[in-house]
Every structure is written in C-alpha cells, then in structure tokens.
C-alpha cells in the first residue's frame, strides 16, 4: 500500500531505522557525547511496550501526584524524546532532566556506562507488542499502512519497522545493564499491581512520596484516566495522527494477540522466541 506521507521512510543508520523527516541522522549520532547528569532519568522501550505509560507515572511522580501541574503540559514535552531532542537542548536543560527513547543501545550516551543517571526500560511481551503496533501503523502519520496483520506479522518478524527487531532491541539493552543504573520492569507489572509498580519506580528514583501524593500517580496513571487525558495520550498531538484511525489508549490489556494470532503464527514466533532469548533469564506474561 502506498505510504500516506510519501515524505516520511524509514531509513537505516547504522543498522537502524530512523524516520526521515522526523529524525536526524547526524543529531542521533552526537548522543553518545551528551554529558550526563547524576540526576538524568531516561525511558528506554521499544514501541508501544507502554512508553506513555511511563511518561505520565514517572512525570507524575517528579510533581508529587499533583494532576494540576502537568494539565498544561503534553507528556512529549514533560518527557521528551531523545531522538527529536537536539543535543544543545539537552545540555541546557534544568535538572532533573527526563528523556525518553526507542533507539539501540548502541546510540546511548556513554555517560550512562559510568554508572551515571538513571534507566528504567519497559518491556512486553512482543506479542501484544505486534498487535498494539499494527493498529499504530494504520493512524499514525509517519509510518505506513500495512496491507493487513498478516503482512505486518512478517514485517515484524524481520525487524523491518522502527525500533527494529524486538529481540535485538531486548537483548542489547538487558545484558548491558550491569552498567548502568537499571531499573527493568514490564507492561504486565503495571497491569497487574500499578500501585506496587509506582512504588518500585519511587524506590528507584530515590523520591519518597507520601502514601496519599502515590494514589494520586496511580489514579491519573490508569488506562481510564490517560484515555481521558489529552496531554497523556497524545489526543492534543494532532500533526502525527490520525485520530479518526485509531487511538494511542487503545485496549490496554495482556493477551489481545489471541485475537489475531493464528496457530501457524504463534508456533512461529514461539520457536523464534526460544532460539533468540536462549541467553535471557526473561520470562513474560502472555495472558491473565
Ligand atoms: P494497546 O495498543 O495494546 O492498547 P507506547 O506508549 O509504547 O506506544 O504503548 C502504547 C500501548 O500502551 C497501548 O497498547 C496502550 O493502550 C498501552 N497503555 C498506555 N497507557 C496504559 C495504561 N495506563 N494502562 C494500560 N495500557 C496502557
């Protein structure tokens, strides 16, 4: 199918997809030499593992639960995206500096190896992770549309969308996190105990929130309330999206991949599965 914005593709960098027209190639390439703060807290997921999820807990958490404060702040500028970001930006900004990526850990900033800053890395199991992008690839602007599931469970499988392979992206991330200081925590953690999720993060970001300023996280952190909130759920973000396709708060749930899956399918990826994670003590939730 034809692209809906000719002028965006995805194009490789260093083994990588980037989307032209939205990310810059030579700015990507400076990130390793950002300097890095103590106080630096970066998102790394790979698509739709629950990105916006973090943007509005962790968000929510550096204003103490008080909804009021980010109401007049889309999450994309409360927590913005390293590879828009442009380094001067970045170098510039108050602390504490929050930042959230999809790219490889090949592009990450050195400073993070010594140990500086904070990484929590969200991870899903990629089966609801291919479902949840699909849809994402049929109302979002700058990607384009699949002809159908099935042709986009192939796409998926070779690793030919932005963010890449899944396994690779876990993989790279996952058995360098000795390095840095690493917080790994999933989209089934948070579906199944927020408040015990929420409590985790406060504990790894050193922030000691009372018990009411935590309830007031988790309350504007569920699917309801995101769904509700336009600065949350990219709603008031109109040039990338297609509203009318499709909605960023989409079903929220572990398992929607039996709707879509066929057999053939699931035995496919679960051997892939297997080959690829051999080395990765990691396990996942695939339905509750
Ligand atoms: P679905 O498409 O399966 O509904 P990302 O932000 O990384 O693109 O991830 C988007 C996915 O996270 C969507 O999944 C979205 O519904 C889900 N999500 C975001 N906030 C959520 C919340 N508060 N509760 C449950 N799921 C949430």
Redesign the pocket.
Known sequence: SAPKTPEYKLVPHRDFYLISGIHSPEEIDQIQKWEIRDTDIFII?Y???????LQQIVSMIEVRGNVTATLDQLNAIRIPWMEMNVGEEFANAPSPRLRVTHLHYKFIPLGLKQKRGKVIYVARNPK?IM??YF??HIYANMLETPKDFNSFFERFMEGKVFGNCWFEHIKAWYSHRQEMNFLYIT?ED??QDLSAAVDRICVFLERDLTAQEKENVVKH???QN?RKNPTANYQAMPSHFNHDKGH??????VG?WKNYFTVAQNERFDQAFQEKMRDLPLTFVWEI
């Not at 698509?47 to 999820?53: A, L, R, V």
Request: charged share 20%; proline share 4%; aromatic share 18%.
């Open positions: 997921t698509p739709k593992s629950g990105t916006i999820w609801d479902v949840s849809h994402f989209y948070l579906i952190s569920t699917f995101m960023f708060m989409r079903k929220g749930m929607d």
